[in-house]
T-cell receptor, first 117, second 113 residues
Framework: AQSVSQHNHHVILSEAASLELGCNYSYGGTVNLFWYVQYPGQHLQLLLK??????LVKGIKGFEAEFIKSKFSFNLRKPSVQWSDTAEYFCAVNFPHGSSNTGKLIFGQGTTLQVKP | EAGVAQSPRYKIIEKRQSVAFWCNPISGHATLYWYQQILGQGPKLLIQFQNNGVVDDSQLPKDRFSAERLKGVDSTLKIQPAKLEDSAVYLC???????????FGPGTRLTVL
């Protein structure tokens, strides 16, 4: 079955530290990749997405992610985190199969990021 | 642009009772999704509508869950009867088309006692 895994469940960093959150998926074909963020008390928001083209994707608030097809990975990075980045981060994958693509997203279990001021 | 609206935001019921959640997607979005997010897990798709037709309900526990989108706009998700394991956040999302970004509502947090 198609699946998405996030390796880090809970990450604690100090402000200005660098961040990398891992995401791997289980399918070798074409994929659309997303990172969503959920700030405390708020709804899920899109950070960035990859459909095709340059595998290094830049999103909002200084986040970026790199799609490495050979490793089935889409890791999220930020060079210097801020206290306001404290949130839960979800990797999600859409597995399109031509005309049967329903746009369905399969989510990882999420990573809670806590940034200490 | 108004976002996806959901109500209620919180609901507490006892097991075996019934409950309904409402979702109003972003105007013009033909595709609507209901997800279930259990604490500590990522959202899991329950059902997907394209206009007023069901596209995917393979993960919906049909013996107790039902959903409709009669006029292709608002949608209602119902649970009858509820079980303890239904305690979760129920998220509604909508999108213009299958290849576009899904926009999520604030969710309804259900607690079943």
């Amino acid at each position: 079955a198609q699946s998405v895994s996030q390796h880090n469940h809970h990450v604690i960093l100090s402000e200005a530290a660098s961040l990398e959150l891992g995401c791997n998926y289980s399918y070798g074909g074409t994929v659309n990749l997303f990172w969503y963020v959920q700030y405390p008390g708020q709804h899920l928001q899109l950070l960035l997405k990859y459909f095709s083209g340059d595998p290094l994707v830049k999103g909002i608030k200084g986040f970026e992610a790199e799609f490495i097809k050979s490793k089935f990975s889409f890791n999220l990075r930020k060079p210097s985190v801020q206290w306001s980045d404290t949130a839960e981060y979800f990797c999600a994958v859409n597995f399109p199969h031509g005309s049967s693509n329903t746009g369905k997203l399969i989510f990882g279990q999420g990573t809670t990021l806590q940034v200490k001021p | 642009e108004a976002g996806v609206a959901q109500s209620p935001r919180y609901k507490i019921i006892e097991k075996r009772q019934s409950v309904a959640f409402w979702c109003n997607p972003i105007s013009g979005h033909a595709t609507l999704y209901w997800y279930q997010q259990i604490l500590g897990q990522g959202p899991k798709l329950l059902i997907q509508f394209q206009n007023n037709g069901v596209v995917d309900d393979s993960q919906l526990p049909k013996d107790r869950f039902s959903a409709e989108r009669l006029k292709g706009v608002d949608s209602t998700l119902k649970i009858q009867p509820a079980k303890l394991e239904d305690s979760a956040v129920y998220l509604c999302a909508s999108t213009l088309s299958l290849t576009r970004t899904q926009y999520f509502g604030p969710g309804t947090r259900l607690t079943v006692l």
